[in-house]
């Protein structure tokens, strides 16, 4: 069984690669990932602080609780709330004003992909609890 530190580790590793794929998903529904760039970081870079400045506070990152599905709403509404943060950084950052209509969907579609890389951290990891343990020796 992974200690306590890894299993945050994991859980960072695996929302920084989900919230990089929401934000490629979010620049190819636009028909722009391929001319994005360092674009993209206008908006991944502000998720992720938002994220990191959020998510902790709400018990996201206790791997006791992020291996319990009855917990799952702890990410979804970290990200939920992350999203006013992040989109106002992206507007800070290009001088721009906030669209409430970014705000819900950058919120709605990264809470649905940090629900579903959670659950799915939640399943792995049940499934790892549940098989039985070899002992060498």
Known sequence: MPSP????????IGDVITLVLVTGLGFATHGTLDSAGFRMLTTFVPLLIAW??????????????????????????S???????????????????????????????????????RALYALLYARRLAAPQVTHG
């Open 79 to 117: 990200m939920i709330l992350a999203a006013p943060l992040a989109s106002w950084l992206r507007a800070v950052w290009l001088n721009a004003p906030i669209l409430w209509v970014f705000v819900l969907v950058l919120g709605g579609f990264s809470a649905l992909g940090i629900l579903a890389w």
């Open 5 to 12: 530190k890894a299993q945050i580790s994991i859980l960072v």
């Open 52 to 77: 990191i400045a959020v998510a902790p506070f709400l018990g996201a990152y206790d791997p006791g609780r992020a291996i319990q599905p009855r917990q799952l709403w702890r990410p979804f509404w």
